[in-house]
């Protein structure tokens, strides 16, 4: 008798439940070792499900539009071989297609782009019951309105739902300081004091109030009135993108400061350790250099690899230099995380970012390369531009922007020469970042930059 074997529903990291968006097999089909079956989606992800063994497709368990948790059957699979060695889910992110090649590039790097905002919603956690009001201890209820489809994806635990119900908390707004961002108790109560003491300000969508300030519901014209119209459907993480940037809008003072960086040194000596680099097997590509001077700043000026606390009387400093590249997809803006970027070196960072792009187009990045990241890098290097404005990712308090490499006169011992510059535009939260250190930032930064074997320093 033919052996049979149950494929599950592996490990999804903090998501408790995500759709299925695609069922890829069928009864009767033939499947090998990791070969995709399913694809889910989550608020953070496309997640691509393998076999995790060889057989043939006796039964489908879950159909397009199920939701499904770690643990579910799948399908159930003859013939299978139960010593195949487990497939592992790789998780498909929503972030690095390639990028544009910088100036002087010849090969695409992943391309991020602008309002990396947009880029880390929070994990997707099943929908609780509203439960019913009650007084919660000395916190105030808030009352404001709750947006259900933002309250049902925040990232909470069910005992910090049932207190969000009670407090009239629109948790979906809520800043979390749990691990990997989840919503706590104490996240709650620091919102609601923060904003009674603010003057209650209701979520952010349409029409409201922001600290006692109203401002008017967009006006929604008849556009087919004035001739053919066509309405596209969003995608799951641009209709997250939209309230994740215009929450940061609203709740961030952003401000941006601008400042060129002379690469002309080290582009030349990319340039001459490429094709060395290449005979080893990496891909040196100009991001992996801007990621390290970035890390380097970062460890000089700690503030801006910080969070504030939700409180608002707080600063979280993180300890680790974790960046996220805000890359552009089919399905939407994202922002993959490079861990611990100041201990690694830059042929590795260049095989990182290699590696996201790829498992980025594949639909295969984990949970893990989208959280913990403290700062992020948006660049529009390898498509134009000169300077633009980033929207911070929240809950970061900083964006680097950079735009495309260009040849400009300098003037240098008398005379003009040209040199390579590149526009660097950081926008930073006001609340936490001044312009004196916003400005002493991007020195430092375009200091490295030109001057690159400083690092080792």
């Known amino acids: 008798m033919a052996s049979t074997h149950e494929v599950k529903v592996p490990d999804l990291g903090d998501f408790d439940q995500v759709d299925v968006i695609e069922v890829l097999v069928s009864v009767g089909d033939t499947v090998e070792v990791d070969q995709d079956l399913i694809t889910l989606e989550s608020d953070k992800a496309s997640m691509g499900v393998g076999s995790s063994t060889a057989g043939t497709v006796t039964e489908v368990r879950v159909a397009e539009g199920d939701q499904v948790a770690e643990g579910d059957v799948i399908v159930v699979l003859e013939g299978a071989d139960a010593t195949t060695a487990t497939a592992a889910t790789d998780d498909a992110a929503d972030s690095a297609p390639s990028m544009p090649a910088q100036p002087g590039d010849d090969a695409p790097e992943p391309a991020p782009t602008a309002d990396a905002a947009a880029a880390e919603p929070a994990p997707a956690d099943a929908p609780d019951a509203p439960a019913a009001p009650a007084t919660a ?19 909470a635990g069910p005992g910090a739902r049932k207190l969000a119900r009670e407090l009239g908390v629109d948790l979906g707004a809520v800043a979390g300081s749990g691990r990997k961002g989840r919503v706590t108790p104490d996240d709650l109560k620091g919102y609601v004091r923060e904003r009674l003491r603010r003057g209650t300000a209701s979520r952010a969508t349409g029409s409201g109030q922001l600290d006692g300030f109203a401002w008017p519901q967009m006006p929604a014209p008849d556009w087919s009135k004035h001739g053919e119209i066509e309405v596209r459907d969003l995608t799951r993480v641009q209709k997250i993108a939209v309230r994740n940037l215009h929450r940061s809008w609203l709740h961030v003072p952003h401000v941006t400061q601008h400042e060129d960086a002379d690469v002309t040194e080290l582009e030349a000596f990319r340039k001459r350790q490429k094709a060395e680099a290449e005979r080893r097997g990496h891909k040196l590509t100009p991001l992996a250099f801007l990621l390290k001077a970035v890390a380097g700043a970062l460890r000089e000026f700690p503030t801006f690899n910080a969070s504030l606390h939700p409180d608002g009387d707080k600063l979280i400093v993180k300890s680790f230099v974790h960046i996220g590249i805000a890359v552009d997809t089919d399905d939407g803006l994202m922002v993959p995380v490079i861990r611990d970027v100041d201990r690694k070196g830059v042929y590795e960072l260049a095989d990182e970012v290699v590696e996201l792009a790829g498992k980025a187009r594949k639909k295969r990045l984990g949970p893990s390369d989208l959280q913990g990241g403290g700062f992020t890098i948006s660049s529009l290097g390898g498509i134009g531009g000169t300077k633009f404005t980033p929207i911070v990712n929240a809950p970061e308090v900083a964006i680097l922007g950079v735009s495309r490499n260009q040849r400009q006169p300098v003037w240098r011992d008398g005379e003009f020469v040209p040199r390579l510059i590149m526009p660097l535009s950081l926008s930073y939260d006001h609340r936490v970042i001044d312009g004196a250190a916003a400005a002493r930032f991007c020195v430092h ?12 320093l």
């Open 445 to 456: 930064l375009a200091d490295i930059l030109s001057d690159f074997p400083r690092l080792l």
């Open 137 to 155: 201890g000395a916190v105030e209820r808030l009352d404001e309105p709750i947006d259900e489809a933002a309250f049902s994806t925040a990232h």
